[in-house]
């Protein structure tokens, strides 16, 4: 994997903070580690208590200024809330990273077969939780001149059978972030289709994983995206990989 060189914290400078949600495993820790190696401060959170608790450790071991690990579910506005003054107590914010969701009913259904439940309660992770965090933090945000990084997929713009559900929160985060970036000038909104990776997620989803990009790889894009902050728009974490005999990772 190619990683471009580390920004080493120097005394004297202001640490960066970030608060990045599904941060216990796959692309979410990964883009934590990169930021860790930094220096920046995270705020993490995920569900699963003693899975953040581990990701927590190792970003200490990495290099992090300071870790905070909050368990809960992102769609609680409790949740939510403590996230955001984690964010306040350590001084301000200057990214955040919406990158927990879930895939809704599992095996993938037709349309057709839908239940509607199961997309209400994806559509309250994958979408509103995402925008209701974005208002929490959103002064933070404007202060620091931050951004936020919304992860989406492919499966948002393309039309994959079975995967309309999944993919109708994504396509509706995506046009929430291309609204918020028309409307907050002062900060960078990116919404990244990160393409198919090798997590559990597209595991649960029935696809073979075999020759899906490393989550760590992907994770190594955003760290470049962050670090030399294009404006506002979509964005494929395929086309932010170096190439590599002359292809694209």
């Given at each position: 994997?190619?990683?471009?060189?580390?920004?080493?914290?120097?005394?004297?400078?202001?640490?960066?903070?970030?608060?990045?949600?599904?941060?216990?495993?796959?692309?979410?820790?990964?883009?934590?580690?990169?930021?860790?190696?930094?220096?920046?401060?995270?705020?993490?959170?995920?569900?699963?208590?003693?899975?953040?608790?581990?990701?927590?450790?190792?970003?200490?071991?990495?290099?992090?200024?300071?870790?905070?690990?909050?368990?809960?579910?992102?769609?609680?506005a409790a949740h939510r809330a403590a996230l955001a003054r984690a964010a306040a107590a350590?001084?301000?914010?200057?990214?955040?990273?919406?990158?927990?969701?879930?895939?809704?009913?599992?095996?993938?259904?037709?349309?057709?077969?839908?239940?509607?439940?199961?997309?209400?309660?994806?559509?309250?992770?994958?979408?509103?939780?995402?925008?209701?965090?974005?208002?929490?933090?959103?002064?933070?945000?404007?202060?620091?001149?931050?951004?936020?990084?919304?992860?989406?997929?492919d499966a948002a713009v393309e039309g994959y059978p079975t995967w309309g559900g999944y993919?109708?929160?994504?396509?509706?985060?995506?046009?929430?972030?291309?609204?918020?970036?028309?409307?907050?000038?002062?900060?960078?909104?990116?919404?990244?289709?990160?393409?198919?990776?090798?997590?559990?997620?597209?595991?649960?989803?029935?696809?073979?994983?075999?020759?899906?990009?490393?989550?760590?790889?992907?994770?190594?894009?955003?760290?470049?995206?962050?670090?030399?902050?294009?404006?506002?728009?979509?964005?494929?974490?395929?086309?932010?990989?170096?190439?590599?005999?002359?292809?694209?990772?």
């Amino acid at each position: 994997m190619c990683r471009a060189p580390p920004r080493p914290y120097r005394r004297g400078m202001t640490r960066e903070t970030a608060l990045i949600t599904g941060a216990s495993r796959g692309l979410g820790r990964a883009l934590a580690g990169e930021l860790a190696r930094d220096g920046w401060n995270l705020i993490i959170d995920a569900r699963g208590g003693a899975a953040l608790a581990a990701a927590a450790t190792e970003l200490s071991g990495l290099g992090a200024g300071t870790v905070a690990a909050i368990a809960g579910d992102v769609g609680d506005a409790a949740h939510r809330a403590a996230l955001a003054r984690a964010a306040a107590a350590a001084g301000g914010l200057d990214l955040l990273v919406n990158n927990a969701s879930v895939l809704g009913t599992v095996p993938l259904p037709r349309l057709a077969d839908q239940p509607l439940d199961d997309l209400a309660e994806a559509f309250r992770i994958n979408t509103l939780a995402p925008l209701a965090l974005i208002q929490a933090v959103l002064p933070a945000l404007r202060e620091r001149r931050g951004a936020v990084l919304n992860v989406t997929s492919d499966a948002a713009v393309e039309g994959y059978p079975t995967w309309g559900g999944y993919g109708s929160t994504k396509a509706a985060l995506e046009q929430l972030s291309n609204v918020l970036a028309a409307e907050e000038p002062g900060i960078a909104v990116w919404w990244v289709d990160p393409g198919e990776m090798r997590t559990d997620m597209l595991r649960d989803a029935g696809e073979d994983v075999s020759s899906a990009t490393p989550p760590e790889d992907v994770a190594a894009a955003l760290r470049r995206l962050v670090g030399d902050r294009p404006g506002s728009g979509r964005l494929r974490a395929a086309d932010l990989m170096p190439a590599v005999d002359g292809r694209t990772r």
